[in-house]
């Protein structure tokens, strides 16, 4: 059985999570025989062990880059992130309020309630077929507040080939 760090709480169900460090976290409630925890963890081996792996495996093809690697990125970001947003931006017909470079590690971007775009420097190690999807991805949340059926359906019509895209990204 994998090593897991148990974590206790008020819930009323048993969760099993992977960390993007790998790590194996175990959510239960108070008051379940540890017994009971440990059968979870044993009956969710398989699917533990795979999502084990792909951590591994994302570790690996995207390690945690040194200070020059970082100031590399935060710089691209900065250069490449504004002329981008616009662009797509006027194609859209939207108008975000501004746009921050974060160093954000469980999210490649975000758009806040006013509009303004996060988009974190990590994102720029990928291609930019993938930075573009980021970008259009955020964009459409000043349309759309949600990740509904309208909202897919305007990103597609800006990238057609969005679903490629996504993928690029995991």
């Known amino acids: 059985m994998a090593d897991y760090e148990l974590i206790r709480s008020d819930r009323k ?22 017994k009971d925890v440990e059968r979870f963890v044993a009956e969710h081996e398989d699917w533990l ?49 501004g746009i921050t470079v974060t160093g954000a590690t469980t999210r490649f971007g975000s758009c806040s309630p006013k509009n303004r775009l996060s988009f974190s420097w990590r994102l720029m190690r990928y291609p930019t077929p993938a930075v573009e999807y980021v970008v259009v991805h955020e964009l459409a949340h000043i349309r759309h507040k949600n990740h509904g059926k309208d909202f897919y359906a305007f990103i597609a019509s800006v990238l057609p080939d969005y679903k490629e895209r996504e993928k690029l990204l995991r």
């Open 13 to 34: 169900t048993v969760a099993l999570e992977v960390t993007r460090d790998g790590r194996t976290l175990v959510r239960a409630p108070r008051r379940m025989p540890q």
């Open 49 to 97: 062990n795979k999502a084990l792996d792909k951590q591994r495996a994302r570790q690996e093809q995207y390690p945690e880059p040194d200070e020059a690697e970082r100031q590399r990125c935060i710089a691209l970001a900065k250069a490449t992130l504004p002329g981008l947003v616009a662009s797509y931006a006027r194609r859209m017909g939207v108008t975000p309020t």
